[in-house]
């Protein structure tokens, strides 16, 4: 796969930023900077996309698009770090972490400094992003979606793909907790019950997944 963003050079920033910039100003618990310090090595502004530097418009809930690269000191993606650096930048950012020859890709699903989710890609998996769109908010949605699986792609709003897709997780994470359950359990009467609301979230999960 390739690395390298195809984007104009007036976009490109390649901008060292010190960690305690962004902890020192989020007065953050010395536990949580000690996450930055042991987590972290280096951390680069790579690209700005706003309507200065590729001339496509903003909208009025996407005025710039951040593509932030950060180098790790182990192969975990450290969320409680990434929640202190939204929360820093009013911008929507895509994250391009490296950790020795292994390159992985995440995105915030954010409205100003408000987080609702994450989205993250396995390390070196084959994720093709698209700048091309309408305006910055279109390109955005576009690189949300280079995350999110096949399944969840149908619905025709990007409001209703987020929705199906976190109805699939939430079925997926229930599915695998019940039966983790009835593994673990002796009784056969609560085996019988586990396995019927197993068998209704698995049924729910099809009827989802099935959803034209």
């Known amino acids: 796969m390739s690395h390298e963003f195809k984007l104009p050079k007036e976009s490109f920033v390649n901008k060292f930023i010190a960690k305690n910039k962004f902890y020192e100003k989020a007065n953050l618990s010395s536990i949580l900077q000690k996450e930055f310090v042991d987590k ?89 992003f698209d700048f091309t769109g309408i305006d910055l908010e279109k390109i955005y949605q576009k690189l949300v979606k280079a995350f999110i699986r096949d399944e969840a792609q149908s619905k025709s709003s990007f409001s209703e793909i987020i929705d199906v897709d976190n109805k699939i997780k939430t079925l997926e994470a229930e599915i695998a907790s019940l039966e983790k359950r009835i593994n673990k359990e002796k009784q056969f009467n609560r085996k019988v019950e586990i396995n019927k609301a197993l068998l209704e979230k698995k049924e729910l999960l099809k009827e989802i997944v099935n959803l034209d």
């Open 40 to 128: 972290i090595q280096k951390i680069t502004w790579k690209y700005k996309l706003a309507e200065s530097t590729i001339g496509i418009a903003k909208t009025e809930t996407v005025t710039e698009i951040q593509i932030f690269e950060i180098e790790l000191k182990e192969p975990v993606i450290p969320k409680n770090v990434l929640k202190i650096i939204d929360k820093s930048i009013p911008y929507q950012i895509l994250y391009r972490f490296v950790y020795e020859n292994a390159v992985a890709f995440g995105i915030t699903l954010k409205e100003n400094t408000s987080v609702e989710n994450y989205y993250f890609c396995d390390w070196n998996e084959d994720i093709t």
